[in-house]
Structure formats: C-alpha cells, structure tokens
C-alpha cells in the first residue's frame, strides 16, 4: 500500500497570515498518462470531507484562490496564502494512482 | 445539486450484520463509479469499497475483504454496502463518495455523503 505522510500534525495560524501543509508519498504519484492523482481535502468541525484541490494543482469549482497545490512524483504542498476563519479543519492529502486508495493522516488547522 | 444521503447506521453487536444505503440525486447516478469509505471516532480517512458505474466491477479494502459487500441499484439511484461478521474496528462513520470523473476509477471523490454512524458493541 502507498503510504502518505503528512506534516505537521497541526497548525495554529494567524488570521491574514500563510499557511503550508506537506505531504509525501511512499511511492511516485505520476502515472503513464502524465497525470498525478494527488488531491487535498478539508473537513471542517462536524462536517464530511470536501475537495479543495484535484491532481495536484487544480482547483475544485467553488475553491477560493487562495489555496493552491504544487508538487511532484512524491513530495506535494498545500497552501493557503491568507488563511481565514472558514479554514479551520482537518486537511487530507490522498492518492488515487492505485488501490486501495490511501490519505495522509491529517493536519490539524485552527486559527491563533 | 448533487446529494448523497446515508442511512442505515446504528449500534450492532459483533457478529452481526447491517445493510447501509446511500441515496443519491442531482446528478446521472448510473453514470458514476462511486465509493465508501470510513472514519473511526477521532481517527482519519480509511477507504473501503468502490464500485463501477455499471456495478461490474467491485474492489475493497483487505480490512473488510469477504465481510462487507458493496452494490448498487442504479433503477432506485441507491448505493449499498452490506455488512456481515462486524468486528469492533468496524465502529466508524461510513461516508458515500461520488468519483470526480464519473465512470473512470481512480480519479479521487468531489461529493461525499454526511455519513452514517455505525456502532459495533456488545
């Protein structure tokens, strides 16, 4: 199985200010067909996961501009770049080059 | 929009078994490959069962191989997975999870479900 690890485990941020989430995986994500199936999501207090990022670097509809996503083969960054009250959650990293699908074990975000 | 709503949950005694539902809307149901997966109390994400938009194609967890069974009927827009032989590990929210690129597997989720408790104690 692909093992994705994720640092740091939390993370207090001050309103306005960056924030940058890593995530590495146990073997390459970059598939024959020149994509790579890395994707971040957030799940907020009490809710279920949504998808902030899709294969890396794109934007799920409805996704301020203020993430983004970058990264190569293993090693993958989520950032937010003015982190806002609504950011407060779990976020997730996972990969979908293979089965069983596998996520990162979260990053914990709350605001300072 | 797109909806999924699960249902089913609830405390169950090791052992037994417990049929979930996921009923989908807002979108082409029989179009999409679609997901379960798991989070323990406290815990993260665990996957767990995928199945074609066609419902030939099924693929599973090692954790949950030969216990739980997902299905679906694309006549009622409704996802199952039924669950037989529950060990207490089984505890946890159990999502529904829409793949992004409809009947193509491996593309990663964009709508889950809110999820359903299940609870396995005696």
């Known amino acids: 199985d692909i093992v994705m690890t994720q640092t740091p485990l939390s993370l207090s941020v001050t309103p306005g200010q960056p924030a940058s989430i890593s995530c590495k995986s146990s073997?390459?994500?970059?598939?024959?067909?020149?994509?790579?199936?890395l994707y971040w999501y957030l799940q907020k207090p009490g809710q279920s996961p949504q998808l902030l990022i899709y294969?890396?670097?794109n934007r799920f509809s409805g996704v301020p501009d203020r993430f983004s996503g970058s990264g190569s083969g293993t090693d993958f960054t989520l950032k937010i770049s003015r982190v806002e009250a609504e950011d407060v959650g779990v976020y997730f990293c996972?990969?979908?080059?293979?089965?069983?699908?596998?996520f990162g074990g979260g990053t914990k975000v709350e605001i300072k | 929009q797109v909806q999924l709503v699960e249902s089913g949950g609830g405390v169950v005694q090791p052992g037994r078994s417990l049929r979930l539902s996921c009923a989908a809307s807002?979108?082409?149901?029989?179009?999409?490959?679609m997901h379960w997966v798991r989070q323990a109390p406290g815990k993260g994400l665990e996957w767990v069962a995928v199945?074609?938009?066609?419902?030939?194609?099924?693929y599973y967890a090692d954790s949950v191989k030969g216990r739980l069974t997902i299905s679906r009927d694309n006549s009622k827009n409704t996802l199952y997975l039924q669950m037989n032989s529950l060990r207490a590990e089984d505890t946890a929210i159990y999502y529904c999870?829409?793949?992004?690129?409809?009947?193509?597997?491996?593309?990663?989720?964009?709508?889950w479900g809110q999820g359903t408790l299940v609870t396995v104690s005696s």
């Open positions: 199945i074609s938009n066609d419902g030939n194609n099924k």
């Open positions: 807002g979108f082409i149901f029989n179009s999409y490959t």
């Open positions: 294969e890396v670097s």
């Open positions: 073997q390459s994500l970059l598939h024959s067909d020149g994509k790579t199936y």
């Open positions: 999870a829409r793949e992004l690129w409809g009947y193509e597997i491996l593309t990663g989720f964009d709508y």
């Open positions: 996972m990969q979908c080059i293979d089965l069983p699908l596998t």
